[in-house]
Protein backbone atom coordinates (compact mmCIF):
# COMPACT_ATOMS: atom_id res chain seq x y z
CA UNK A 1 0.00 0.00 0.00
CA UNK A 2 1.53 3.76 -0.76
CA UNK A 3 0.09 4.47 2.59
CA UNK A 4 -1.72 8.19 2.95
CA UNK A 5 -0.84 10.61 0.31
CA UNK A 6 -0.97 14.01 0.77
CA UNK A 7 -0.68 17.02 -1.40
CA UNK A 8 0.78 19.50 -2.18
CA UNK A 9 3.41 18.98 -0.37
CA UNK A 10 5.09 22.64 0.07
CA UNK A 11 2.42 26.05 -0.44
CA UNK A 12 3.39 29.24 -0.60
CA UNK A 13 0.78 31.48 -0.58
CA UNK A 14 -0.38 35.08 0.36
CA UNK A 15 -2.58 35.97 2.69
CA UNK A 16 -6.25 36.26 1.73
CA UNK A 17 -6.22 33.53 -0.96
CA UNK A 18 -7.96 29.77 -0.54
CA UNK A 19 -5.97 27.40 0.51
CA UNK A 20 -7.11 23.47 -0.04
CA UNK A 21 -5.17 20.63 0.80
CA UNK A 22 -5.35 17.24 -0.39
CA UNK A 23 -5.73 13.67 1.19
CA UNK A 24 -6.15 9.93 -0.02
CA UNK A 25 -6.20 7.44 3.06
CA UNK A 26 -5.45 4.32 3.13
CA UNK A 27 -7.75 1.59 1.55
CA UNK A 28 -10.10 0.32 4.01
CA UNK A 29 -9.47 2.68 6.92
CA UNK A 30 -12.80 3.64 8.15
CA UNK A 31 -11.34 6.83 9.86
CA UNK A 32 -9.36 10.02 8.54
CA UNK A 33 -7.88 12.77 10.63
CA UNK A 34 -6.81 16.36 9.86
CA UNK A 35 -3.73 17.44 12.50
CA UNK A 36 -2.53 20.38 12.12
CA UNK A 37 1.43 20.74 13.51
CA UNK A 38 2.83 24.24 14.99
CA UNK A 39 6.11 24.71 17.05
CA UNK A 40 3.85 27.00 19.39
CA UNK A 41 0.70 24.73 20.05
CA UNK A 42 2.29 21.11 19.01
CA UNK A 43 -0.24 18.52 17.55
CA UNK A 44 -4.02 19.51 17.38
CA UNK A 45 -6.44 17.33 16.37
CA UNK A 46 -8.49 19.61 13.74
CA UNK A 47 -11.17 17.20 12.89
CA UNK A 48 -12.16 13.43 11.97
CA UNK A 49 -14.33 11.39 10.12
CA UNK A 50 -15.69 8.00 10.26
CA UNK A 51 -17.51 6.27 6.92
CA UNK A 52 -17.14 9.50 5.55
CA UNK A 53 -18.75 11.40 8.17
CA UNK A 54 -17.10 13.90 10.26
CA UNK A 55 -17.74 13.34 13.73
CA UNK A 56 -15.74 15.64 15.86
CA UNK A 57 -15.01 19.13 14.39
CA UNK A 58 -14.06 20.68 17.60
CA UNK A 59 -10.53 21.31 17.02
CA UNK A 60 -10.98 23.51 13.61
CA UNK A 61 -9.98 26.77 14.83
CA UNK A 62 -13.02 28.80 13.26
CA UNK A 63 -15.08 29.49 10.27
CA UNK A 64 -12.48 29.65 8.00
CA UNK A 65 -11.41 26.54 8.38
CA UNK A 66 -13.82 23.62 5.99
CA UNK A 67 -13.30 20.34 5.77
CA UNK A 68 -15.11 17.45 3.21
CA UNK A 69 -15.11 13.68 2.77
CA UNK A 70 -16.84 13.02 -0.69
CA UNK A 71 -15.71 9.24 -0.36
CA UNK A 72 -13.96 6.74 1.25
CA UNK A 73 -10.49 7.58 -0.85
CA UNK A 74 -10.51 11.45 -0.91
CA UNK A 75 -10.68 14.46 2.08
CA UNK A 76 -10.09 18.04 1.52
CA UNK A 77 -9.28 20.66 3.97
CA UNK A 78 -9.64 24.21 2.53
CA UNK A 79 -8.53 27.13 4.28
CA UNK A 80 -10.09 30.44 3.12
CA UNK A 81 -9.39 32.96 3.37
CA UNK A 82 -5.65 32.50 4.85
CA UNK A 83 -3.97 34.27 7.57
CA UNK A 84 -0.13 33.98 8.15
CA UNK A 85 -0.90 32.44 11.64
CA UNK A 86 -2.40 29.51 9.46
CA UNK A 87 1.31 28.53 8.72
CA UNK A 88 1.58 25.14 9.93
CA UNK A 89 2.16 21.47 8.81
CA UNK A 90 -1.20 19.93 8.24
CA UNK A 91 -1.23 16.40 8.44
CA UNK A 92 -3.70 13.76 7.12
CA UNK A 93 -3.97 10.12 9.25
CA UNK A 94 -5.82 7.42 8.58
CA UNK A 95 -6.74 4.11 11.00
CA UNK A 96 -9.26 1.15 10.91
CA UNK A 97 -10.26 2.71 13.93
CA UNK A 98 -10.25 5.83 16.04
CA UNK A 99 -6.30 4.88 16.59
CA UNK A 100 -7.33 4.78 20.15
CA UNK A 101 -8.50 1.37 20.49
CA UNK A 102 -5.23 -0.53 19.96
CA UNK A 103 -4.79 0.21 16.15
CA UNK A 104 -2.17 2.27 14.18
CA UNK A 105 -2.48 5.83 12.92
CA UNK A 106 -1.07 6.05 9.70
CA UNK A 107 -0.08 9.40 9.23
CA UNK A 108 0.78 11.42 5.58
CA UNK A 109 4.23 13.28 4.82
CA UNK A 110 2.42 16.36 5.62
CA UNK A 111 1.46 19.39 3.71
CA UNK A 112 3.83 22.41 4.78
CA UNK A 113 1.31 25.54 4.47
CA UNK A 114 3.12 29.11 4.39
CA UNK A 115 1.04 31.95 4.25
CA UNK A 116 2.94 35.07 3.63
CA UNK B 1 -9.44 15.68 32.80
CA UNK B 2 -6.95 13.71 30.96
CA UNK B 3 -3.35 14.82 30.44
CA UNK B 4 0.50 13.32 29.25
CA UNK B 5 3.54 15.05 29.68
CA UNK B 6 6.36 15.05 28.63
CA UNK B 7 8.86 16.40 30.94
CA UNK B 8 12.28 17.34 28.42
CA UNK B 9 11.99 19.28 25.10
CA UNK B 10 15.16 17.65 23.87
CA UNK B 11 17.39 14.64 25.21
CA UNK B 12 21.07 14.24 24.21
CA UNK B 13 22.55 11.02 24.35
CA UNK B 14 26.08 9.77 22.77
CA UNK B 15 26.30 7.14 20.43
CA UNK B 16 25.94 3.76 21.59
CA UNK B 17 24.71 4.51 25.40
CA UNK B 18 21.28 3.80 26.77
CA UNK B 19 18.23 6.56 25.93
CA UNK B 20 15.64 7.01 27.90
CA UNK B 21 12.23 9.12 26.91
CA UNK B 22 10.04 10.43 29.30
CA UNK B 23 6.27 10.18 29.24
CA UNK B 24 4.10 10.75 32.09
CA UNK B 25 0.26 10.72 31.79
CA UNK B 26 -3.02 11.52 34.20
CA UNK B 27 -6.31 9.68 33.66
CA UNK B 28 -9.56 8.90 35.47
CA UNK B 29 -9.28 5.16 34.23
CA UNK B 30 -7.18 2.83 32.67
CA UNK B 31 -4.89 3.79 30.13
CA UNK B 32 -3.96 2.62 26.17
CA UNK B 33 -0.46 4.28 25.82
CA UNK B 34 1.43 4.87 22.58
CA UNK B 35 4.70 6.23 20.87
CA UNK B 36 4.96 7.51 17.47
CA UNK B 37 8.30 8.92 16.36
CA UNK B 38 8.27 12.16 13.41
CA UNK B 39 11.79 11.99 11.30
CA UNK B 40 12.60 15.34 9.95
CA UNK B 41 10.24 16.45 7.43
CA UNK B 42 8.00 13.45 7.83
CA UNK B 43 4.60 12.07 9.40
CA UNK B 44 4.33 10.61 11.98
CA UNK B 45 5.10 6.54 12.49
CA UNK B 46 3.72 4.52 15.01
CA UNK B 47 6.44 2.56 16.89
CA UNK B 48 4.98 0.72 19.62
CA UNK B 49 1.66 0.82 22.35
CA UNK B 50 0.89 -0.63 25.39
CA UNK B 51 -2.80 -1.91 25.68
CA UNK B 52 -2.91 -4.36 28.57
CA UNK B 53 -1.01 -7.31 29.46
CA UNK B 54 3.20 -7.55 29.80
CA UNK B 55 3.65 -3.66 31.28
CA UNK B 56 7.39 -4.34 29.18
CA UNK B 57 6.43 -3.66 25.45
CA UNK B 58 8.78 -4.02 22.22
CA UNK B 59 8.46 -1.84 19.25
CA UNK B 60 10.16 -1.19 15.77
CA UNK B 61 13.69 -0.07 15.99
CA UNK B 62 15.09 -1.81 18.91
CA UNK B 63 12.63 0.71 21.09
CA UNK B 64 11.08 -0.75 24.27
CA UNK B 65 8.59 1.00 26.79
CA UNK B 66 7.75 0.27 30.23
CA UNK B 67 4.19 1.00 31.59
CA UNK B 68 4.65 1.54 35.50
CA UNK B 69 0.83 2.00 36.74
CA UNK B 70 2.11 3.21 40.02
CA UNK B 71 4.11 5.71 38.70
CA UNK B 72 2.10 6.53 35.54
CA UNK B 73 4.83 6.86 33.20
CA UNK B 74 5.42 4.97 30.08
CA UNK B 75 9.01 5.80 29.12
CA UNK B 76 10.63 5.01 26.02
CA UNK B 77 13.78 3.61 25.92
CA UNK B 78 16.41 1.40 24.08
CA UNK B 79 19.75 0.30 25.15
CA UNK B 80 22.29 1.32 22.27
CA UNK B 81 21.39 4.45 20.77
CA UNK B 82 21.72 5.06 16.39
CA UNK B 83 22.63 8.67 15.33
CA UNK B 84 19.65 7.26 12.86
CA UNK B 85 17.12 7.37 15.65
CA UNK B 86 17.77 11.13 15.96
CA UNK B 87 13.61 12.51 15.87
CA UNK B 88 11.22 13.81 17.51
CA UNK B 89 9.14 11.30 20.10
CA UNK B 90 5.51 11.27 20.82
CA UNK B 91 3.77 10.14 23.73
CA UNK B 92 -0.05 9.98 23.40
CA UNK B 93 -2.77 8.61 26.00
CA UNK B 94 -6.44 7.22 25.89
CA UNK B 95 -8.50 7.05 29.07
CA UNK B 96 -10.39 4.36 28.08
CA UNK B 97 -12.96 4.68 30.88
CA UNK B 98 -14.16 7.43 28.50
CA UNK B 99 -15.80 5.83 25.81
CA UNK B 100 -17.48 8.74 24.00
CA UNK B 101 -15.57 10.43 21.86
CA UNK B 102 -12.40 10.15 20.18
CA UNK B 103 -9.85 11.52 23.13
CA UNK B 104 -6.50 10.47 22.11
CA UNK B 105 -4.23 13.37 23.87
CA UNK B 106 -0.99 13.62 22.71
CA UNK B 107 2.12 14.91 24.29
CA UNK B 108 4.38 18.27 23.49
CA UNK B 109 7.29 15.89 21.96
CA UNK B 110 10.50 15.06 22.91
CA UNK B 111 13.27 15.90 20.21
CA UNK B 112 16.16 13.63 20.58
CA UNK B 113 19.27 13.66 19.46
CA UNK B 114 21.91 11.37 19.33
CA UNK B 115 25.76 12.36 18.75
CA UNK B 116 28.41 10.17 16.95
Known amino acids: DAGVIQSPRHEVTEMGQEVTLRCKPI?????LFWYRQTMMRGLELLIY????????DSGMPEDRFSAKMPNASFSTLKIQPSEPRDSAVYFCASSSDRGDSGNTIYFGEGSWLTVV | AQSVAQPEDQVNVAEGNPLTVKCTYSVSGNPYLFWYVQYPNRGLQFLLKYITGDNLVKGSYGFEAEFNKSQTSFHLKKPSALVSDSALYFCAVRDISMDSNYQLIWGAGTKLIIKP
Open chain 1, 27 to 31: SGHDY
Open chain 1, 49 to 56: FNNNVPID
